[in-house]
């Protein structure tokens, strides 16, 4: 039990030191990590100085008797100051963020694997395929439904290429601990790339208020070794889940749980 409380403590820690953020999983995480932690540095220095002015204009112009004291209007520079200084601090966040963004949309010519991601109300299919994975030697996918979280596999260390695809609405994939979600547009076709860093079990959501069942929209991420991520595409072929995207179709069906219910 200590250990386990002394573990916890231990990521707590590391958690405030992040600032709130997951433990980081995927190479674009550092880039998106780096810009958080330096927004909040920003703002705190800002902070800092606007709280100290104020305890400042507090003690020094407190009140010392009834007279009013000289009124001031019109102070030019003052003016020029507080409309210039709120455009520097815009100025210089958004240099950083673009520096940011146009590192964690980078793309590789040839990445090593593509998923096709469909967001379907109200689950997600995942579409690996054959060309990415000569050894299985055909398309397969993994679908969920409304009552059945899908898991997505990825190859550590291995740059991956998400296509997202919407049939109906707009819904965004998210995995928190990669840093990073894009919108899922229906008649758009999103990507990014990234490259998952640590192997593991990560959670995954949609950050798009969808509709009815947005909250029904988790799935797991499985960050495996190439043998073992092989090995689980092996076992769809095996289900018989090969060939094209299915997304739309099991949209509509119901598990157990949401069995009756209309959309
Ligand atoms: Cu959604």
Redesign the pocket.
Known sequence: MLFLASCSIQDTTNEFQRLGLPEPASSNAIPIGDLWIGTWIAAGAVGILVWGLIGWAVLRYRRRSNLLPRQNRYNLPMEIMYTIVPFVIIGVLFYFTVIAQNKVLERDPDPAVTVEVV?Q??SWTFNYKSADNPDVGTDVYNAGTISETPDLYLPVGQRVQFDLRSPD????FWVPAFYQKMD?VPGRDNSFQTTPTKEGVFAGK?A????TY?SA?LFNVHVVSEAEYTAYLKTLVAKGQTGEATGPANANKFGPAGEGQTR
Not at 169 to 172: A, E, F, G, L, Q
Not at 208 to 211: K, Q, R, S, T, V
Request: net charge neutral; charged share 15%.
């Open positions: 967001g109300k109200w609405v707009i819904h965004s899922v949609c798009e208020l969808c509709g947005h929209m």
